[in-house]
């Protein structure tokens, strides 16, 4: 509705100028390449570090390749069957896949509704608002490895300060935090929840206030409930917001690595559950030097999440009215 | 904390952002570096210089290493001393986590901006051999004069790969045990007589019990439960992989023995279940733990708890015969592309006068290599170092077999099923087995080594 509006502002503002370039027989004329000389400065960033990296981790994933090796043969799509060909290592790697699936689907949901509570009650005006906003930031701006320790300490089951407090008030003390099932899942999406919760709050806070006020008071004027003013202005109001943050929050967890390296280690505990693919890549291809088969696995993985990205413009792109 | 700690633990931002940016970040590195071609014995040149003297034009020598931890102001002050004896040589130290260390020597080198003397771990010698990344010393143990008569056996043939040596080695750091005195106490225990045996052992872990003390808090990591595993493999008379490094072996008789003594202490409530990462050394030094089998760079870190009672002997004798984990880190000489003579010989010459100068060194909490050093007065005079040192006959390294490193994720994952009563051992280890013959086959297919 808002955007709408502002498309057709634009477009009639666009006429208008256009008409008066003619009258004034300005320069109404612009040369063919003048709009791709304006996306230039982009487009040597984006073919610099998005198109030729892509390019050459395709072209990479096609040999057994470690760049120090001086024989780098040329493999086909070996790379790509190989994950699919059942043995051992390509059932580590798909069980890689599902353990950030799992993250991604635990993760996801409460990172796109708790942030919108959130923004909402920081959206109303009462005293220390400022101050609040700033505090549900805050663990935004620590860095993954500050995250990850602070986070280790206070999950470890044995002489972590959760199970400790846990156990003063009478609940159960031993839990495996960071190397049983579910506790490791909860943990990890628990720490992921606070650290980057504040970064979607503020988005759709940013989304709030775009909500224009008239609309609010239409529907007070229509009887409207604070229930049914958010339901059918707000949610609304917000369907571009939204897309990006579940877009974005997808994304963010489907890269999870930092967490689950720091707080469950390297081999992912327990066992290997909580190895997450990028955890799997990584040492596929910066431990092993196997960088022909870990970019084989990183261009699946991005193909899958290229198609989820797609498929969720579809879904919540779509306007229905 | 010593390197190896931080080697496992560590992570830093930028190594987040290496990985984290995507495997794409480190491929672009990849297909921009072009690596040195051809065998490195033959383009490598370390002729020339005695070890003795340097007497060339003036030089500086890029030196990095991975002593992140309470080490690295021990090698910083050895480096400091070198260059104020030295005229024409100014060393130039630079330390980054182990774990990005080796990530990023191989990328340095093959670009030529890399370091042109390092520190590498005795297990990583053979890979960055076959990666062409270090040269050969055959010619430096020689001209230094270093043989086999000055070093502890087992480390001088741990430093040789296809018949060559590439590092000339500075220490080693083998486990230990370690008691918490007042924590015996406690249990009932003479807290001068730790227990040497497997009946001992399990008999104190049992007084303790009786006086509500888990003894033996058993990790389920590499560090340090994978370590004391392997010590238990070794002490049971078996053997990681077979000779060829073509086949695991440690998924044998004596390696589900050693793994089920361990997962036992768990199962009898001589440790918590699902012990941290960590938390058995924290226990400790908190009073909660009484026996850490950990390793000798500890020692620093211990000694400065003041209210922590503790000592440090050999690692008892549960199997058949005497055994203990041990690493090592070996000096070694960068394969850059067009290096100066000079370097390689100031190298040398700088290599030479560390070793010389190593006791400076096992106050970090390590013991030397060199014999000589080792055997000095100033050395037995380290009472806990000098405890580590007599397990020396009997450490166990890892075989030098390129790409050895790539399994120790593998057997971590073993150690955590069965730690964390997930798999029973016999299984945990079979399916680490079979991963782990995957891995070496396509290693030593790789590094033309089958």
Redesign the interface.
Known sequence: MATQETTRVTASGLARSRARAATRGGPQKQGTFTPYLFMLPYMILFGIFVA???I??F??SLH???????GKPFTGLDNYIDLFSG???AG?FWKSMWATAQFTIYSVPPLVIFPLLVAVVLHQKFPGRNFFRAVYFAPYVL???VV?ILW?YL??????VINYYLGLIGLPS?I?W???LPWAWIGLVGMTVWWTAGFNAVIYLAGLQGIPRDLYEAARVDGASRWQQFRHVTLPGLRPVTLFVVTVTILASA?V??QP??VT???G????ATRTA?MY???E???????GS??A??ILLASILAIIGAFNFRLLGRRND | MSGDRARRRGLTRRDFLVAGGGATAGLILASCGSGPEGNPAVSGSTSGGTGAKYEGPNVSLAFWNGFTGGDGPFMKDLVTQFNSETDNIEVKMSVQEWADYYVKVPQAVASGSGPDVGIMHINQLATNAARTVILPLDDVAQTLELQEDDFAPIVWNGGTYNGQRYGIPLDTHPLGFYYNKKVMEQGGLDPESPPATGDDYLAALEDLKSKGIEGHWVSPFLFLGGLQWQSLLWQNGGELYNSEGTAATFNSEQGVAAMTWLVDLVKNGYSPANVGQDADTIAFQNDKNAFNWNGIWMINAFKEIKSLDWGVTQIPQIGSEKAAWASSHNFVIMNKEGQDPNKIDASKVFIKWVIDHSVDWAKAGQVPADNSVRTSQEFTALEEQSAFAEQLPYVHFPPPIPGIGDIDVILETAVSEAVLLKKEPADALNDAASTADETLQENAEKYGTG
């Open positions: 030729a990296p892509t050459s981790a072209w990479i057994n390749w470690d760049y120090l090796l001086p043995s051992g290592s580590l860095g993954v490895a990850g280790r999950l470890d089951p044995t002489v972590g031993d495996p960071t190397n049983g890269n690595f930092g390296y720091l280690g390297q081999s505990a327990p066992g290997n990028i890549i990584t040492g291809g910066l431990g092993r030097f196997r960088m870990a970019s696995m990183s």
